[in-house]
């Protein structure tokens, strides 16, 4: 079990039940959902109204679209149906008057505002959000609920805290960024070094879920989050070249995701890394992660700097990339790679991974003293057990896997993923000698 268990492949349903109101609205959430909060947002300062209101337009449009047909131009319908309502509720709230006499000066045909330093839509909303005056779990919680889209449980399940932990931060961040009265502008190029740890830590979160697919959603949503967060990346890339953390997570993501076309197989199971067919990875991609890590690991040795967060885990990715087969894997150089990750990256899902590439390249046994040193950080997480029950069964102890198998399924956040390690946990022979 080298590698987390990544993509949920959940099943499509009949297709012919779907109408094209149903598919227009996925569609245009998809893919404005981030755009319309934003620019109401910036309209009338109020993060928790724009959210408001478009979900609001959203409800609307399920009734309207269905019986009157999907409009010319869906995006522009949503937006000026939330327009309309956020007008409808100041004109309601009386405290509100100076909010109210500014909001219907507005004009739906306003001129579009300049794109300032970040020419892409998406990436310039993603700058905005991430502003300074908040915290980098706040900024970051917010962006991927505001601009991405995702449910407050999914940025949870990422995080590794409950729902309401992420709740709180939400909304703690809307209220300091009410309070202060910031504007929700076009960030200049001075603004962007100091936002560009938040973005980046967003486009990461991006392509995890992209992978954990915990939603009913089809997966298309994931391949989705993943095309994104690449396009975005290389975006970044080319706006801030310098940066290790960007060009480091651009690697990242060419490195994993040119392994997509073998994740899953062609009944719709998961497939580990140890099992994927390496001649279906996307080699372009991974000379392009190549070409790029490369030139930072040159720069590094000139000038004495050490390799952040992604850099190194492009790297860990890299080295499985270059393999030719699974039992060829150098585990004692991404071994070494993980004793470098955890100086800079100390969480607890990077200790699970260096418990299992210890696991690897030492035994299973030396594995599990380094994975059980993070039970308490990760006792309700399924990857902890998961991995505790491979590396128990490995190392002859069949009954403890068993249990931990359990502990797993129970906590697995997809059906998918409890298929996969239902099937694991069945393997394991109970008979044999512990």
Known sequence: MSERLEAEHPDDGDASESTDADVALAEV????WG?????????????????????????????????DGVPPNPGAWITTTAHRRAIDRLRREARRDDKHREAVLLADDSPAEPVGAVADDRLRLLFACCHPLLGLETRVALTLRVIVGLTVEQIARLFLVPPT?????ITRGKAKIGAARVPFRVPEASDLP????????????????????????????SLDLLAEALRLARQLHALLPGDGDVTGLLALLLASIARTPARISAD????????????????????????????????????????????????????????????????????????????????????????????????????????????????????????????????????????????????????AMAELLTARRDGVDATSPG
């Open 194 to 221: 100091d936002r560009a740890a938040a973005v980046v830590a967003v486009l990461s979160l991006m392509y995890t879920q992209g992978y954990a697919a915990t939603s009913d959603a089809p997966d298309r949503l």
């Open 165 to 169: 932990t992420i709740a709180q931060r």
């Open 29 to 32: 959430h998809r893919a404005e």
């Open 268 to 415: 719709g199971a998961l497939v580990t890394l140890a099992e994927q067919d390496r001649g279906a990875w996307d080699r372009d991609l991974i000379a392009e992660a190549d070409a790029l890590l490369g030139e930072r690991m040159r720069r590094a040795r000139a000038t004495g700097i050490r390799l952040g967060r992604f850099e190194l885990l492009a790297a860990i990715h890299l080295v499985h990339a270059h393999a030719p087969d699974a039992g060829s894997t150098d585990w004692s150089q991404i071994v070494a790679l993980y004793e470098m990750l955890v100086r800079v990256d100390p969480s607890p899902m990077v200790g699970v991974n260096h418990a299992i590439a210890v696991a690897e390249a030492d035994s299973p046994e030396a594995g599990l003293i380094v994975l059980e040193r993070r039970e308490d950080d990760l006792a309700g997480h399924y990857a902890f057990h998961a991995v505790r029950a491979h590396l128990l069964a490995s190392s002859g102890a069949p009954v403890e896997a068993l249990d931990a198998y359990e502990r797993a399924i129970s906590l697995a956040p997809t059906a």
């Open 35 to 67: 755009r319309i909060v934003a620019g109401l947002a910036r309209r009338f300062g109020d993060l928790d109204l724009a959210e408001e209101v478009a979900a609001e337009a959203f409800a609307v449009a399920v009734e309207r679209w269905a019986a």
